[in-house]
């Protein structure tokens, strides 16, 4: 694949090659030597974002790859970065990245990408596409997201074309921490497994392009987390993970809430996690429950095989943190004692001696827009096949987030609001498979109004 989309200068090479000057065995040798040159060409990746897990990912890239792989890193802050940034080990040990290229211009870095991964929030997901657009050759560039949520296979589609070679990570590779901006990052945990969904790529591409990029071995002395391919999109959209534990535990720490700063007693505590309460914890138990719903009634009409790897989440932290939580008692102590979740943060705006919520932070913009309405949109499309899923507490916490946020999503129960044209759903009108997979439109003109978003003017920060 490198090679290929060097073959115009590999004729151009060659054709000087033939006809230089010398004896028939000189050209020949330097035939060869173009040849080998062109075919030791890097494998170049393209960072896009600089949180916690893009600086993870600079850290690994060129040791995990023995300088095979070229990192690049797209950024609005290249000032901020060092060219040899490191990630740390639970275990004490270090290792060093390597940069070759730091930009805020991605028609530097951009078309000579073999892969390009966004490490950004979801809700940023749909302007960084937008802009990487008209410098991305989709069959040639790989496009992938290190955590997905909602129709994230939808938008790239939309924006990319149906030629797209898409990947979204189910989960983060590991449990990370920035410690230095732009020079260091920590790996808290690693974890053994991944799972990926991918649009025109496979398993054997995933294994040699994509799952070196992110192992610890270096670190732990243990080739992980290793990389599993999954049958659909479906555990990314039905994912019992933030797009329920959010909503629910933020709108338990302002559920006093009315617009003025809460003080006192009723201000929400430093941690996000820490000592979730029995009301947030009920909401999110409702909140499951009418996901774990939807995700089977969506399965009795489509047969989707990604539904049967979506269980509930009390099942699925039992899994995945066993040995990190404290207290298996109710599903908020599970998230309030979960040491793997305890350094997080609770994200608030002070001002006026109060505490307000922080409207445009990823844990209310990501789980509403690009979550929970997506969940609402696709019990709607059930609908027309005679099968309704109750969504009370959905459009509960919908219609509560909309109200600080100055959003309109839901209108009298129904995602018609004006806000709604920001965000990727399932409509009334598309396949029933599009939760799943990439189903084209029997008119032929599935982008529809979303190829304007496509080449729209306009500049995402990336």
Known sequence: QVLLSFVPQICLDMATALAGAGSPMERAMRLSAHLTAAAEQPYVVTLIGGGNSGHVCAGLIHGNTNGRVRCQLLTSVPEQWSLEPTVSFPNGAVQTGRIHKISADPAEL??????????GPVNATKAVFENLRKHLDPKRTAVGTIFAQGLVHVLATQIFGPDVRFFALRNIPWLCRLTAKGSAA???????????????????????????????????????????PMPDFCPIVFNPANQIIHPARYWGMFRKYTGEGLKGADAPGEWLYRGMDEVAGAMLEALDD??????????????????????????????????????????????????????AKTPVVTKDGGVHPAINHRVVVDDIGWGLCVLLSIAHRLEAEQIKVPMTVTKMMIDWFQGIMGKEFLVNGRLTGKDCSELVLVSPSDPIGYAATIVPRGDGTWLGSAEELAYEERYGNP
């Not at 047969?303 to 932290?317: Q, S």
């Open 186 to 228: 920590a790996i808290v945990g690693p974890k053994s497994t991944i799972e990926v969904a991918m649009v025109n790529l496979d398993e054997a591409w995933m294994k040699t392009n994509l799952e070196p990029l992110f192992v610890v071995e270096k670190g732990t002395g243990v080739y992980e987390p290793t990389m599993t």
């Open 110 to 119: 951009i078309p000579h990408s073999d892969l390009v991964l966004w490490t």
């Open 290 to 343: 009418e996901l774990q719903q939807l995700k089977d009634a969506y399965y009795s009409v489509t047969k989707a095989e990604g539904c049967k790897a979506v269980i509930p989440l009390r099942d699925r932290l039992a899994i995945q943190y066993s040995d990190q939580i404290e207290d298996y008692s109710t599903l908020a102590k599970m998230v309030g004692t979960n040491k793997a979740y305890s350094m």
